[in-house]
């Protein structure tokens, strides 16, 4: 799948450097989820099996991540 921080432009560099602000764990989640960095997609499960948590903890730890990153990302575009 095709991702926004996986193609050119200044939309791809503003989501790099919202995910690159991210706390630790919720910028891994995300890199996780979405195969950013050259990684491969992948799915709630699969992600929490890789850090040792619940299915349920990585869909929070997405759920943060999501709200960062929308108000971070909204700022950056300024009003429209």
């Given at each position: 799948p095709r991702t926004v921080a996986g193609e050119g432009g200044?939309?791809?560099e503003a989501v790099r450097l919202?995910?690159?602000?991210?706390?630790?764990?919720?910028r891994e989640v995300v890199e996780l989820l979405y195969g950013?960095?050259?990684?491969?997609v992948l799915s709630l499960?699969?992600?929490a099996g890789r850090l040792g948590v619940g299915r349920d903890a990585v869909a929070a730890v997405k759920q943060r991540a999501a709200e960062r990153l929308d108000i971070?990302?909204?700022?950056?575009?300024?009003?429209r």
């Open positions: 200044a939309d791809a919202a995910v690159a602000a991210l706390p630790d764990r919720e950013l960095n050259g990684g491969e499960t699969a992600v971070r990302l909204r700022v950056r575009a300024g009003p």
